[in-house]
């Protein structure tokens, strides 16, 4: 299974709605996790079970989709906010990543 | 609180050996499936292996025959052999908790250990 996530880089503002996609090349259920990651830092936890938010996240971010199509949205983007999102698949081995959207500052 | 602190990382040569250790704390290590994901420099996240509770393992192609994922359960440590390395080898690798289904969740990482394969 192949994970297609896009935009690969976005500039957005504060404030701004910021939508990422993750397309998978079959059916992987609700399987898919969201990760944010800063420099230096290990990936985080925001979304699991494609729609379910990870403890302590903010609920400025949301998850969607089922099957292949998956979405990441950030509804009110914060200074904080700004790093790299990756989304995983955890229906079947072998896992895939995504390729990451580099959220920067406009 | 969970935390999984990797260590062994170090600069080999191709073709070398390097053994990964992952100490684990905070939850119950037994019942719990543990995964490896590496990134190389500047680049995204990759699966290496997973190990499930009773010791089941799956590998990324790129790595099966040359590394192989174990875990001590008396221990609460997750290891990762590596032989035969190779350049494309290197990155920081990440232990995490979790797996795939019926896992389906990876929640925790550690913050790495570097492994540097180069001649």
Known sequence: IQLTQSPSSLSASVGDRVTITCRASQGINTYLAWYQQKPGKAPKLLIFG???????????????????DFILTISSLQPEDFATYFCL??????????????VDIK | EVQLVESGGALVRPGGSLRLSCAASGFTFSSTYMTWVRQAPGKGLEWVASIHTGGSTNYEDSVRGRFTVSRDD?????????????????????????????????DYWGQGTLVTVSS
């Open chain 1, 89 to 102: 698949q955890l229906n079947s081995y072998p896992l895939a990543f995504g390729g990451g959207t580099k």
């Open chain 2, 74 to 106: 008396s221990e609460n440590m997750l290891y990762l052999q590596m032989n035969s390395l190779r350049v494309d080898d290197t990155a920081l690798y990440y232990c995490a908790r979790g797996g795939a289904w019926p896992s389906a969740l990876i």
């Open chain 1, 50 to 68: 494609a729609s379910t938010l990870q403890r302590g996240v903010p609920s400025r971010f949301r998850g969607g989709g089922s099957g292949t």
